[in-house]
């Protein structure tokens, strides 16, 4: 069965991405999207039978032996347990929608069996890594997932902005990609293995074991995991490697959906929490986790206050979710760290799916200045949109409630370095994210109908939002002189931003304004049934998994569910501990949530102009929350520019002028000024020929005479 879960999607992507041509974009959809309707039937009967049955311990699924160098032996084998039961589940489930949307999404795009492939090959990947028995296998998924998000990203190639994105996501990681390949090589030094079961076997052996680095001994497994999350920060886009996470709305809805709602974002976590055993032996490195992880929680609320575009709030929204999920583990509260992760698939597929149903509807416009009511003309959508809505905010007996609250309280109990600041951030990431979550609601399907004489541009309605007070440059100006920047590679310029008169980076009324000018002369309309038949599934899980499943991944059943997948040492007593938090504690979510609905409603419903004085009021606060804390400008100026300067010098001066200088093309040209001075001695005439020799033979005589003279003197 495990052999059929993950070849499938394989065999899905070398039919469409090989025949796709000859057997038309409709076969593809229709083969790709069967294949893993097939695999997600599969993987939910693994889950009930890994899950249900009264066995312990990670069963082996042996494939083949991938390679063996010395003593070092890799084999290719599933590990078949509850966790990776719970990721198959995530993964395949999310991905079966997101192929079926796609074919009503992407109906009239003419690379449809391309897609296909991209989506298959993706899905193929991230199984590869959920099921890995050891870190080689585990990495060879990780980096195709790295690849295929590159291809999904810019698989419209024919935009600046969306290769521009799609090298950003796969540069950023390969900066966390190298911590990771540092932590593998370190785990092989250590352990001398790299199977999980090898690995935690010796744990206990190694915990007051040291490394010896730059001057100084250090504890061995903390270098080693914080070389782990190094990568884990890359792929699930934490605070300092983040900068790829938003740029990736180039890619189409779908890609969205499928990268930064179930899979690519949650490898990370998925990382950590496979590696537990290794990560609870290390308190040091779990400290990290929970600092970066509540400190991403918090910024990424805080940019998400002041975007307008509509898939940028939503992947806001996936950065303080994985800030969260991060916390969790960081605190030892590895089961809701996980549960989160799977509660989080649900209702943040369906906003992005919601949303790509809206950017359908508004054929192709994705800024929220220009929509407004939409309530009366999708209300599906609108629906839809709500209960993702609600679960995202944590509105009780909702998916994201059970999760969220959980993760706070385990914030709040845990007796580890940095929980203080972990609860705090999480808690006040509670308000904003209500706050951005009704503000996006608000903006979209209430309100008056902007998007009937925005004309592509959105600056009529002043009290849309707060970016016409400050951010008055002219915007479509701005878009045409950022892809111009971005096609001849200029530095300091981002996807999808445009930029004002001072350098600033500005949002754009939309993306596609420069596409698509007529796109406002149509009524918006309801997205086709198989579009919408994805959004009702997956709304169901955003309203019920957390209910129907919570007593399994962190209730009285919780050990007999996990059977020993994650770790749960002797001193780890969190999970317990979540139940005697003090109710303001349970309660605090819910009166943030309620706080950020009120104040969403005042500024958005009752108060449309309070966005605008707000703005003029606190300029400089605006400006550094819409330039996302300036982390882009910051990297651009420490590294991006004098990266290029410095490749620019190698280029012209060290291989230009140095090596082809003084090389190839010195010599190549010392021989043409030779060969030229001596074609101007072949005139044609023969008086030129005779002084010629008698020059030769005046030469040859002096030469004679010298030599002879210097002989007879010696």
């Known amino acids: 069965m495990y052999h059929a879960i993950v070849f499938l999607p394989l065999i899905g992507f070398l039919i469409a991405g090989l025949f796709g041509r000859r057997i038309g974009p409709r076969a593809s959809e229709v083969v790709t999207t069967g294949i893993l309707v097939f695999v997600a039937l599969l993987s939910w009967v693994a889950f009930f039978e890994v899950t249900g049955g009264h066995g312990h311990g990670a069963t082996k699924v042996h494939v083949a032996t991938w390679f063996t160098a010395g003593d070092l032996v890799v084999d290719w084998a599933f590990r078949a347990d509850t966790l990776t039961a719970v990721m198959l589940v995530v993964v395949n489930s999310v991905s079966a929608l997101v192929h079926l949307y796609s074919m009503g999404y992407m109906h009239e795009d003419p690379h449809r069996p391309r897609f296909f492939a991209y989506l298959s090959l993706f899905t193929f990947a991230m199984l590869m890594l959920v099921t890995s028995d050891n870190l080689v296998q585990m990495f060879f998924g990780w980096e195709g997932v790295g690849l295929a998000s590159y291809l999904l990203i810019g698989f419209w190639y024919e935009k600046p902005s969306a290769n521009a994105a799609a090298m950003k996501a796969f540069i950023v990681n390969r900066v966390g990609d190298f911590g990771f390949s540092l932590g593998i090589f370190l785990c092989f030094v250590l352990f001398g293995a790299i199977s999980y079961d090898a690995i935690f076997a010796k744990v206990p052996e190694l915990k007051d074991a040291t490394f010896h680095l730059l001057g100084y001994d250090w504890n061995a497994l903390t270098i080693c995991c914080l070389l782990l999350f ?35 974002v949650t490898a990370g976590v998925f990382m950590v929490a496979r590696l537990s055993p290794l990560f609870d032996a290390a308190p040091n490195a779990l400290i990290v986790v929970t600092v970066i992880g509540g400190i991403t929680a918090f910024f990424a609320a805080t940019v998400g206050l002041v975007q307008n575009d509509i898939k940028r709030v939503i992947a806001y929204s996936t950065c303080s979710q994985l800030g969260y999920m991060f916390v969790a583990l960081g605190v030892g509260a590895y089961a809701a760290g996980v549960f989160h992760l799977f509660t989080h698939a649900f209702f943040k597929a369906l906003l992005f799916l919601g949303a790509g149903s809206v950017i359908h509807a508004m054929h192709h416009e994705q800024d929220m200045r220009n929509m407004g009511d939409l309530r009366r003309y999708i209300p599906f959508t609108t629906a839809m949109m709500a209960i993702g809505t609600l679960a995202l905010i944590g509105f009780p007996f909702t998916a994201g409630f059970y999760s969220k609250d959980a993760i706070i309280e385990a914030a709040y109990v845990s007796t580890r370095p940095g929980h203080t600041l972990a609860f705090l951030a999480t808690v006040i990431a509670a308000f904003m994210t209500s706050f951005y979550s009704w503000r996006l609601f608000f903006l979209t399907f209430e309100g008056r109908a902007r998007w009937q004489n925005a004309h592509g541009h959105g600056h009529d309605d002043h009290h849309a939002d707060a970016h016409h007070a400050v951010a008055h440059a002219p915007v479509a100006h701005a878009q045409l002189a950022h892809a111009s920047a971005q096609a001849d590679g200029a530095p300091g310029h981002h996807e999808g931003v445009a930029h004002d008169d001072k350098g600033h980076d500005v949002e754009p009324a939309s993306h596609s304004a420069i596409e698509h000018h007529d796109h406002h ?17 997956l709304a169901l899980g955003a309203l019920f998994a957390g209910l129907v499943f919570k007593n399994r991944f962190i209730g009285e059943g919780m050990d007999e569910f996990w059977k020993g997948a994650l770790a749960h040492g002797p001193d780890n007593h969190i999970m317990h501990d979540i139940h005697n938090a003090p109710a303001w504690v349970q309660h605090s979510p819910f009166v943030m949530l309620v706080l950020g609905f009120l104040l969403a409603f005042w500024m958005y419903i009752r108060r449309p102009e309070l966005p605008h004085q707000l703005a003029q009021n606190q300029p400089l606060l605006y400006r550094f929350l819409l330039n996302k804390w300036y982390v882009d400008e910051i990297y651009d100026r420490l590294f991006v520019r004098p990266a290029k300067g410095f490749g620019e010098f190698l280029w012209k001066v060290g291989d230009g002028r140095i090596i082809d200088g003084m090389g190839p ?20 005439y023969v008086y030129h020929y005779a002084f010629v020799m008698l020059v030769g033979v005046a030469a040859l005589v002096s030469w004679y005479l010298i030599t002879g003279v210097s002989a007879a003197t010696h």
Not at 521 to 533: C, D, F, N
Request: charged share 10%.
């Open 230 to 264: 190094m990568g884990a920060m890359g792929k699930s886009a934490q605070f300092l490697l983040h900068t790829w996470l938003p740029d990736a709305m180039e890619g189409p809805t779908p890609v969205s959906a499928l990268i930064h709602a179930a899979t690519m």
């Open 521 to 537: 002369a149509h009524t918006p309309h309801e997205s086709p049934k198989v579009m919408t038949i994805p959004l009702a599934i």
């Open 665 to 684: 093309n010195g010599i190549a040209a010392r021989v043409v000024d030779v060969t030229r001075g001596v074609v101007r001695l072949q005139t044609g």
